[in-house]
């Protein structure tokens, strides 16, 4: 079968084109769609979670575990344990929050980002020019201007 054969015969059938490889030699050709479908992982009492759910929930669960031993000189009084419920409960929480919030479509730690980026800029911004763009300026308004006088030391930015 010859190759002008084997294409329509491929094309024919529903198949993926043949692409030519080299002389003489044919190979089908397949795209793998892209599914914008997320992941989930099912758990006992049908319980789906995504990967990135999943993945937080158990650096909760091992935060709070190591914060749970970490508070142990808290006592095993109500009051004690309670405290420790508590505190330990916080990154558990924090991780739930993170894992299933997504305000406006998009996902916690994306706002968090936005806001922690907003309070690290400064308040104002003063404009100077680039080092590079003052002489080049200059270098163009001497081109444009003649020759600058031979004392004047002074540049023409800061004026």
Not at 26 to 37: C, E, G, M, Q
Not at 88 to 99: F, K, T, Y
Request: proline share 8%; net charge negative.
């Amino acid at each position: 079968m010859n190759q002008d054969m084997a294409q329509q015969h491929a094309t024919a059938e529903g198949g993926p084109p043949l692409l030519p490889v080299s002389e003489g030699t044919t190979r089908l050709s397949h795209t793998v769609p892209r599914l914008l479908v997320e992941d989930y992982i099912t758990l006992p009492f049908n319980v789906e979670l995504t990967w990135r759910q999943s993945g937080l929930l158990f650096l909760g669960f091992s935060l709070a575990f190591s914060w749970w031993h970490a508070l142990s000189w808290l006592g095993g009084d109500p009051l004690g344990v309670m405290a420790r419920l508590v505190i330990a409960g916080v990154p558990l929480l924090g991780a739930g929050l993170v894992g299933w919030l997504h305000p406006l479509g998009r996902p916690l730690e994306q706002w968090l980002l936005v806001l922690w980026r907003f309070w690290r800029q400064p308040r104002y911004v003063v404009w100077q020019p680039h080092p590079a763009w003052r002489r080049l300026v200059e270098q163009l308004l001497e081109r444009t201007d003649g020759p600058a006088s031979q004392g004047e030391e002074e540049s023409r930015w800061d004026e």
